[in-house]
T-cell receptor, first 110, second 114 residues
Framework: KAGVTQTPRYLIKTRGQQVTLSCSPI?????VSWYQQTPGQGLQFLFEYFSETQRNKGNFPGRFSGRQFSNSRSEMNVSTLELGDSALYLC?????????FGPGTRLLVL | SQKIEQNSEALNIQEGKTATLTCNYT??????LQWYRQDPGRGPVFLLL???NEKEKRKERLKVTFDTTLKQSLFHITASQPADSATYLC?????????????WGLGTSLAVNP
């Protein structure tokens, strides 16, 4: 089976802009989680979607949002970008407890 | 406060030795704990899962222990190789009301020297 894919891999934006990141889970996986990873904070949970419904949400401001489509593909959106949003954004799909991560999208906000 | 901590400093060991990484947590009701490996520029890769009622799990050269009294998990790599050099993350799944949540450690960087 193909692994989790994320697009784009790299992105440069400026403050105030918005960005949409995409994630395609492993075929058959209905759960998709999003994480933000920075050197100082580690992996921070953003949200989890299951069958097109948000099942869990982390402690991020409302500028961070997501959705899941009927084919389990997921997108996350960050509006009004801030410098502190620069990070590696990881998507993970799961069947049970094990999470399978994509390669991530490296976002740089200037 | 609730938190999960891993060895804060990087670990350097000689090839062939056993690497031992630590994951400590406080004030959680654990369901299970996982260990992942992350290489630079890549997403974490699952290694092992150990449940609250299990003491030890093994997979090839890897061994994980889980002591819910000490609130600690130890991750061992025996006969370490340079290819084992990576960052290792622990993730604790805990019960929060009717939900189950996952919290991650910051990771420990392991360097195995030839």
């Amino acid at each position: 089976k193909a692994g989790v894919t994320q697009t784009p891999r790299y992105l440069i934006k400026t403050r105030g802009q918005q960005v949409t990141l995409s994630c395609s889970p492993i075929s058959g996986h209905r759960s998709v989680s999003w994480y933000q990873q920075t050197p100082g904070q580690g992996l921070q949970f953003l949200f989890e979607y299951f069958s097109e419904t948000q099942r869990n949400k982390g402690n991020f401001p409302g500028r961070f949002s997501g959705r899941q489509f009927s084919n389990s593909r997921s997108e996350m959106n960050v509006s009004t970008l801030e410098l502190g949003d620069s990070a590696l954004y990881l998507c993970a799909s799961s069947l049970k407890e094990t999470q399978y991560f994509g390669p991530g999208t490296r976002l740089l906000v200037l | 406060s609730q938190k999960i901590e891993q060895n804060s400093e990087a670990l350097n060991i000689q090839e062939g030795k056993t690497a031992t990484l630590t994951c400590n947590y406080t004030n959680y009701s654990p369901a299970y704990l996982q260990w992942y490996r992350q290489d630079p520029g890549r997403g974490p890769v699952f290694l092992l899962l150990i449940r609250e009622n299990e003491k030890e799990k093994r997979k090839e050269r890897l061994k994980v222990t889980f002591d819910t009294t000490l609130k600690q998990s130890l991750f061992h790599i025996t006969a370490s190789q340079p290819a084992d050099s990576a960052t290792y993350l622990c993730a604790l799944a805990f019960r929060a009301g009717n939900n189950r949540k996952l919290i991650w450690g910051l990771g420990t960087s392991l360097a195995v020297n030839p």
